[in-house]
């Protein structure tokens, strides 16, 4: 059926091309631009989601995201619907602290998807993040999709990357990259009393263009 | 012709006496004012009358002297008591008993004359001129015909602060924010195009309403960037007004802003894009408005060893770029810790946890660390740390509080 109408689409083309050449000019998409990351590279003009349990190492890739961009000169905003944002962990993992807009939901989410949609259309960004992390899953489920097209939306053709990190994947086809995390186990150095944590050992699980890809990533202190 | 005026102590006072002869006043220090006195001998006659004019409108013991230039005249007023006129043939004459510390000059320049002997205006003006040039260069000349009292220069006049501010009262009172942001909007164009004529922007905005029978309403917006933009302030205005209006009807407005000078920016070819500036402040007012204002900022870490210590500052941009880190584990903080029991096995090492955010059987810990501070302040800290693993929390970072004697989950590794 999808083969049958693309014949037909170039038979269209191919008669009507000569008379009317604009309208079926075929636009060229640019290079995607991303952004680094330890796992996949994050799309800028489209939304990514982050998912995973606690200690999944899920909030580590948002502040190394921080660290990426804020460390090129940009600007980035950080949605933290729980307050859960913890500056000096971000400062030693090489985030600018003066660049990274911090803004303190107090445990409301639509605040957060709010004041990330009027971040998002006012440009200039090159992160966005919205912190769904200890935010209860049935309050998240219960954001509509619209709101996720809209936010999908208002980055759309700029150079700002917009992540959700929540416990699971929930804006579905809206998000060009899902990146499903998962705990491994966590890395304990020496025998009590002399014990440390050293890092923690992770599974990503990426989804991009219904594929999926699996990497392992360690996390230290 | 130049008049100066010299009172320790009495600048007002002598800057208003100057203002009622001439509108060319030069405050020139704390005790000295100088104006321009040419054409008054129209109104009142010779010098001498000239000079009696000021010394009456003056009316406290005040110097003064009328030369003619701005330099001799001070000069003569600093150093002589009472009315000193300096015809020009005579100016020389009269100055040259005044010490050489009345010309001012740098420090090398006062030693020089002090290691030559020279003691006076008159022994400092006798020196051959092209001889002083050779030795003390342009300084020296231009100290020399200070000392013959021919001194040439225009004066540096005082200029008053421009204030930009507004009122109007009102014949009735208005009591709803539209007609009110309709007036602020017409006051605000004309500020604004007042501070454009003056080559100024503004980064603060004070708006005084007096209310109906209840105290004023006063509201000051302070911007991170000079602006001159009024839609800009308006919407700004609009926005703190909708979060604080007023309590009752307004009976007369008063606006002002604080003017600066404006902003000049240059970015970098290769720089990346960032928030244009008076977007990104409508935008924060609105999140501000939403969330609160103490909940929006960047944040700084303070210099202590307190946990979750820090506070939130404007958005800054960094300079330089820097490589990136690479991950390091992030900590997810409870806001306030989440209270926990804790059961320990031997040696105090926890062995199982209960909490609101998950608990069950500790199956990994690290520890224990003490941290204390600031028991000099309310916030004395005084806490036992461990990090501990769960199945169901993960790995998160408890202590024991020695102050209240419970335990807190701190936050989670993530």
Redesign the interface.
């Known amino acids: 059926m999808a083969s049958s109408a693309t014949l037909l689409r170039e038979q269209i083309q191919a008669a009507l091309s000569s008379r009317c050449e604009a309208a079926f000019l075929i636009e060229k998409k640019a290079a995607e631009e991303t952004l680094s990351s ?1 796992v996949e590279e994050i799309p800028r003009g489209a939304l990514t989601e982050i998912a995973g ?12 995201l921080l ?2 961009a ?6 980035c905003a950080l949605l933290d619907t729980g ?12 985030v ?11 445990g ?1 989410a639509e ?1 957060a998807l ?2 990330a949609d ?2 998002a259309q ?5 992160l966005v993040a919205i912190d769904l ?2 935010t209860s899953e049935n309050v998240v489920r219960r954001i509509p999709l619209a709101a996720w097209f809209r936010l999908r939306h208002a980055v759309e053709n700029t ?1 700002t990357a917009l992540v959700v990190m929540a416990q699971q994947i929930h804006a579905h086809s809206c998000s060009a990259l899902k990146i499903e995390l998962s ?1 491994s186990r ?1 890395l ?1 150095r020496g025998q ?2 002399g ?3 050293n ?2 050992e992770a599974t990503a699980r990426c989804i991009r263009n219904h594929r999926a890809q699996e990497r392992s ?1 360690t ?3 | 012709m130049f008049a100066c005026l010299y009172a320790p102590g009495n600048l007002p006072l002598l800057v208003e006496c100057a203002g009622h002869f001439s509108p060319l006043i030069e405050e020139t220090s704390s005790d000295t004012v100088v104006f321009d006195i040419r054409g008054l001998q129209r109104i009142y006659g010779s010098a001498e009358q000239i000079a009696s004019e000021i010394q009456r409108r003056v009316g406290i013991t005040a110097n003064l002297a009328l030369a003619s230039n701005p330099d001799a005249a001070i000069h003569a007023a600093q150093a002589i008591r009472g009315v000193t006129i300096l015809p020009p043939d005579r100016a020389a004459a009269i100055l040259a008993p005044l010490p050489p510390y009345l010309l001012g000059g740098s420090p090398e320049f006062a030693r020089t004359l002090d290691l030559w002997g020279v003691r006076t205006f008159g022994e400092f003006a006798d020196l051959p001129h092209l001889g002083v040039a050779a030795r003390l260069g342009e300084e020296g000349t231009y100290m020399q015909q200070l000392a013959r009292g021919a001194g040439h220069r225009q004066l540096r006049l005082r200029v008053d602060p421009v204030v930009f501010r507004q009122q109007q009262e009102l014949e009735d009172s208005v009591d709803q924010l539209e007609p009110l942001l309709f007036l602020l909007s017409r006051m605000l164009n004309e500020l604004c195009e007042r501070l454009r004529f003056y080559g100024r922007s503004t980064n603060e905005i004070r708006l005084r309403l007096k209310l109906e029978r209840a105290p004023g309403h006063t509201t000051t917006l302070r911007l991170p960037v000079p602006m001159l933009d009024a839609r800009v302030l308006l919407k700004l205005l609009q926005l703190e007004l909708n979060d604080r209006p007023p309590q009752a009807p307004i009976e007369k407005i008063q606006l002002e802003l604080m003017p600066v000078e404006p902003r000049t920016t240059q970015h970098g070819l290769f720089l990346p894009s960032s928030p244009e500036p008076e977007k990104l402040e409508i935008t924060l007012a609105r999140i501000r408005g939403m969330v609160g204002a103490e909940n929006v900022g960047a944040a700084e870490l303070m210099d202590t060893h307190r946990p979750d210590a820090f506070r939130v500052g404007p958005l800054v941009a960094a300079k330089g770029m820097v490589v990136p880190a690479p991950p390091k584990l992030a900590f997810r903080r409870f806001r306030p810790p989440c209270p926990a029991q804790v059961w320990c096995a031997d040696q105090g090492k926890p062995a199982r946890i209960v909490s609101s955010k998950g608990g069950g059987r500790i199956v990994a810990c690290a520890g224990p660390w003490r941290t204390s501070g600031d028991w000099w302040a309310s916030e004395i800290w005084s806490h036992q740390e461990w990090d501990v693993e769960t199945q169901s929390m993960g790995v998160s970072r408890i202590y024991h509080d020695y102050l209240q004697g419970e335990w807190f989950i701190e936050g989670n590794y993530d």
């Open positions: 330890v349990p606690a200690s999944s190492g899920r909030t580590s890739l948002l502040y190394s660290a990426t804020s460390s090129g000169q940009e600007f307050d859960t944002f913890d500056p000096e962990s971000a400062a030693a993992a090489g600018r602290l003066s660049q990274v807009l911090w803004v303190r939901c107090g409301n605040h709010k004041a009027m971040l006012g440009g200039g960004f090159g992390g200890d150079r705990r966590a304990w009590l009393p014990c440390l944590l890092g923690l990533f996390i230290s202190r």
